[in-house]
């Protein structure tokens, strides 16, 4: 199977670092975040992707046309005009980096992949911009069983602030250290898709696969839910890459 990363978003919410390179590019430790995020998916042994470039997408093609060149060791010949690796460690992967726009939403980045996908293919999709440690066996496993078009993952987000537990008399009988959130699960990316949700992108202007291709869906009843309750984390403040930054320095990092 393939994966299908959506990598193209201006990633505003952050622009204390994407004003310089596109958010998959942000490093997390002395790696870019897309790095790592294609780490999870060859751990199952996926080493296909498709990455759907936007803004500064050339960022993203140079790391990985050069990354022999600043991964391995080299050797210049100035006179011969020659590069030779002398010895490399590189993953077994194929990227297909493609132009899907600077303004594109979501939707419509997905639509321009299809060229780059076999007509009855099922294939993985998320977004550059998160890590998470989903078991996408079960995922896929899950998927299969259903027999639906499509499959989400839902995690519930991490919170932000301690929780009181508040009883009389102002009695604080409880203090709960940044519990998730209320409850309620959201979604997590991390997808299968089977070929046909592209019928569900036809005759849309620029469409955001986060509204009415998947409220169809749902409302089809060709929308699965996989529950994740594990590490997941997205990188949407720079709060986030610092804390991002200081998990990916620990022995075990979560998301692998």
């Not at 203090?175 to 309620?184: Q, S």
């Not at 592209?198 to 996989?226: H, I, M, V």
Request: proline content about 5%; glycine content about 8%.
């Amino acid at each position: 199977m393939k994966a299908v990363i959506l990598a193209g978003g201006f990633g505003t919410r952050i622009s204390e670092e994407t004003g310089s390179r596109p958010k998959p590019m942000i490093e997390v430790g002395s790696v870019p975040l897309i790095h790592h995020l294609l780490s999870i998916f060859a751990k199952y042994g996926v080493n296909e992707f498709i990455i759907c470039c936007g803004y500064k997408g050339y960022l993203i093609k140079d790391y990985f046309v050069n990354y022999l060149v600043h991964s391995a060791d080299i050797r210049v010949s100035l006179a011969g005009n020659r590069v030779d690796v002398l010895n490399t460690q590189a993953p077994d992967w194929e990227v297909t980096l493609v132009d899907t726009g600077l303004d594109s939403m979501t939707g419509e980045r997905l639509r321009r992949v299809r060229p780059y996908l076999q007509n009855d293919e099922r294939f993985f999709m998320t977004y550059g911009d998160g890590l998470a440690n989903v078991d996408l066996k079960a995922l896929l496993a899950t998927h299969n069983a259903e027999k639906r078009k499509a499959t989400v993952t839902a995690v519930r987000p991490p919170g932000r602030f301690g929780a009181l537990e508040i009883g009389s008399h102002n009695n604080v009988r409880k203090f709960v250290e940044k519990p998730l959130g209320d409850g309620g699960y959201i979604n997590g990316g991390f997808f299968v898709l089977e070929s046909s949700i592209f019928d569900y992108l036809e005759g849309l202007d620029n469409p955001t696969w986060e509204n009415e291709p998947l409220s169809r869906l749902a409302s089809d009843k060709q929308l699965t839910c996989f529950v994740h309750d594990g590490f997941w984390m997205p990188m949407d403040t720079l709060r986030d890459k610092i804390q991002l930054d200081e998990l990916a320095s620990r022995e075990k990092v979560p998301w692998l």
